[in-house]
């Protein structure tokens, strides 16, 4: 598929001063890992819907707020397609797994591939929806054995408080697709070594409506004064890309790291 158009986005947060970034969580003593892969070939109706919701803590999670040294993520994904009266062709891997990844790891994978063609007259018609959403949050802990490298701790010890949130996804509805996506995050590791990570990407050409976003809220606190949280940064930011009509090729890829470390 020839490209278009091409939007790579890297939001992060650097360690300035004594501003820090995401802590990502560590496992629990017993680990999940399951995976699918689906292979489709359908000429009338097909149909296809996935979710998963996901928090894991460092400490008990089933507090209405975090408890001194907290960390907590959610990691929620969704996708669906629906069409009808058409040719289909729909292929998807799904792998998930909660132990700790290093930082060429993953925790969830999804790699989707779906063509489809409206019948002549049929006034076929088909959807598509996929959203990745990321969100951490942490109160200020101490830095101890939490990191490998010894360039990576400040002199205070202490990891600042964060709260951030970052989704991605995209859509498509019309007569005519052949599209591809891939989405995959990380926030479960043994060390602050690793960064937090969130990608995404979707290429397609087709006949109808497509979209494409990314939307994050990242807030950073400072090492604390006087036993007080301090806010370091706050930082908003969004983007979309629609096209619509007879596509000849629509293409966005999006990245997200938060650490302390990054690469």
């Known amino acids: 598929m020839k490209k278009f158009a091409i939007a790579v986005i890297a939001l992060a947060v650097l360690a300035v001063g004594l501003a820090m970034a995401d802590d990502p969580v560590n496992q629990t003593y017993e680990t999940q890992g399951f995976s699918t892969s689906t292979a489709v070939i359908a000429q009338g109706a097909v149909t296809n819907a996935e979710s998963i919701v996901w928090t894991q803590s460092n400490q008990d999670m089933r507090g209405a707020s975090l408890a001194d040294g907290e960390r907590q993520y959610t990691m929620s994904y969704s996708q669906s397609i629906s069409g009808n009266n058409g040719y289909a062709e729909y292929n998807a891997v799904n792998a998930l797994d909660t132990a700790n990844k290093v930082a060429n790891q993953n925790n969830f994978k999804s790699t989707k591939q779906f063509d489809y063609t409206s019948f002549d007259e049929a006034f076929g018609q088909v959807a598509t929806s996929e959203s990745l959403l990321l969100d951490g949050a942490a109160v200020d802990h101490d830095q101890d054995n939490r990191f490998l490298c010894p360039f990576a701790t400040t002199t205070d010890g202490v990891f600042p408080a964060y709260c951030n949130i970052v989704e991605m ?5 019309g007569v005519a697709v052949s599209m591809t996506t891939v989405a995959s995050e990380r926030h479960v ?7 937090v990570a969130m990608d995404y990407s979707v290429g397609l050409s087709g006949q109808g409506a497509a979209s494409a976003w990314i939307r994050a809220h990242l807030q950073e606190g400072r090492s604390p004064i006087d036993e007080e949280i301090t806010k370091g940064m706050d930082l908003v930011y969004s983007e979309k890309t629609t096209a619509s009509g007879v596509i000849a090729s629509f293409s966005k890829a999006m990245s997200y790291q938060s650490g302390v470390r990054r690469f």
């Open 169 to 173: 996804g995209s859509t498509f509805s």
């Open 189 to 195: 590791a043994n060390s602050a070594d690793v960064p």
